[in-house]
């Protein structure tokens, strides 16, 4: 059995990296009553991308930043650090927005990976950027060859490339790869250390951060009023960007359904990725089901998440049943030695895990409730590196009144379609969970996936399908 630490309710190692490179200037709990233009709850990228455009559109404004954990405690901090776009979901944003509104939001997020880059090394946040692409792998004959990325990319005159397995090895030699696709917009990030570095930066320009502060009461009302445990905050807008746990909202409770993924960390070994001819910053992913991504660190480690995980009960994104279970590490753990083989015997030295706000579209989705003064971005869906990146300019422009080219992406509009309300959504996404892993498991066996995994893991693809087609029509 392979030995990964407990999970557990651990900081993430990029969160651990980070505060031990720069912890930061203190910023204790919110105590009493305060005012502000604009109350942002959820101190992710969606809510730091937010502040840091109002900052930039509109200085002087009085922004408070409310966050229940530490500005990178939650999804920024805990996440696989893979900033990448759509063009592997091409068809499916076209057919949701209208091919040409499609296409149009799939380059502004292939575009997006690069200038997320370019912004971090203006504010001089060292954060580990590498733009170099990532390498989408068929480890197994019954994985599809991905042959549609390379077909969207070529279609927008992209530079993907289709490779033989002597291509796909020479950016890492695993034994395994059958073939690869090449997509250049992608990149990788330590994403704990960007967000302490916005964090940074939103200090330097007069945001009011309050950390350990979470809101227990939101009263929708002009001006509105954010309640905390020891006080509150009057705002003429408020923007709500705290992901997962929007799901314990009344507004967002049929949103999404939260899932949870995990992730592992090598130890230090930059000789052994040496050995295995990984010396370039190009992230990978497998096409299972429910596929593994990873990717190297400044320091020599290897990343790697996915290959399992499992359905949360509501909101409750916090929970063990979101960050806590080692046996959802060692697939991911199991996941690397069987995909490099020459690495047995490595140590794992940190395992964390997390809920994603999975909508039923596969894609965000931005929301005003009444009176008029509340806004959220919620449901990236497992993609928010270069999505909050976006969301944060269309919900500075919303705050702002302004129509202009971010609120008139096809993106900016409520859910497409609701989830099950629980009790119901748990069992059914749980059921779907459990059927892709051990499809995938039955598959790498070299037997039949099964027809009942395959209806069941299958589910939420026909289900997104039939919506999508709806919504195109």
């Known amino acids: 059995m392979i030995e990964v630490p407990a999970p557990g309710a651990a900081r993430s190692f990029w969160l651990q990296e980070a505060l031990a490179a720069d912890p930061g200037r203190p910023t204790p709990p919110l105590e009493g009553h305060v005012s502000a233009e604009v109350c942002i709850v959820g101190a992710g990228f969606a809510g730091l991308w937010t502040a840091f455009r109002l900052t930039e559109r509109a200085p002087g404004l ?77 480890t197994g004959a019954w994985q599809e060859a991905g042959l549609d990325d390379a077909g969207s990319l070529e279609t927008v005159g992209g530079e993907a490339k289709v490779l033989d397995a002597a291509g796909a090895r020479a950016y890492a030699d695993s034994p395994r790869f059958l073939d690869a696709t090449f997509n250049p917009d992608c990149g990788i990030v330590q994403p704990a250390r960007l967000a302490r570095g916005l964090r940074r930066v939103l200090l330097e320009r007069g945001v009011h951060i309050f950390e350990r502060t979470p809101m227990t009461g939101l009263d929708r009302e002009r001006p509105a009023i954010v309640r905390t445990p020891h006080g509150a905050v009057r705002a003429e807008h408020v923007v709500l960007t705290t992901g997962a746990w929007a799901a314990d909202l009344a507004p967002f409770r049929r949103s999404f359904g939260v899932i949870s993924d995990y992730v592992v960390a090598t130890e230090q070994m930059p000789g052994r990725l040496a050995e295995i001819g990984w010396t370039s910053q190009v992230a990978l992913a497998d096409r299972r089901e429910w596929l593994y991504y990873l990717r190297p660190t400044d320091d020599g480690r290897i990343v790697i998440g996915g290959g399992a995980g499992s359905a949360v009960y509501g909101g409750r994104g916090g929970s063990r049943a979101a960050i806590g279970k080692r046996r959802y590490a060692r697939v991911a753990a199991r996941g690397l030695l069987d995909m490099f083989p020459q690495l047995e015997g490595i140590g794992f030295t940190h395992a964390w895990g997390g809920p994603i706000d999975q909508t039923v579209t596969f894609v965000p989705f931005y929301r005003t409730l009444e009176p008029g003064n509340v806004h959220a971005g919620l449901g990236f869906s497992g993609h928010g590196m270069v999505q909050t990146f976006i969301g944060g300019q269309i919900l500075a422009s919303t705050v702002l009144g302004i129509d202009d080219e971010w609120t008139s992406l096809a993106v900016n509009r409520p859910e497409a379609a609701k989830t099950p309300p629980e009790p119901l959504r748990f069992p059914l996404v749980k059921a779907a969970a459990v059927a892709l892993e051990r499809g995938d498991a039955r598959e790498e066996a070299g037997r039949s996936r099964g027809p009942l995994y395959e209806l069941v893991g299958n589910a939420p693809i026909r289900y997104r399908e039939r919506v999508v087609r709806r919504s195109g029509q």
């Open 62 to 138: 009085r922004i408070a930043l409310l966050d229940q954990d530490i500005v990178g405690g939650g999804a920024s901090g805990r996440n696989g650090g893979i900033v990448s776009g759509s063009w592997h979901d091409l068809a499916a944003l076209m057919a949701l927005f209208g091919e040409t509104e499609g296409m149009r939001y799939a380059r502004v997020q292939a575009e997006g990976v690069a200038e997320l880059g370019r912004v971090a090394a203006s504010l001089g946040i060292d954060c580990w950027f590498h733009h170099e692409g990532i390498l989408g792998v068929r």
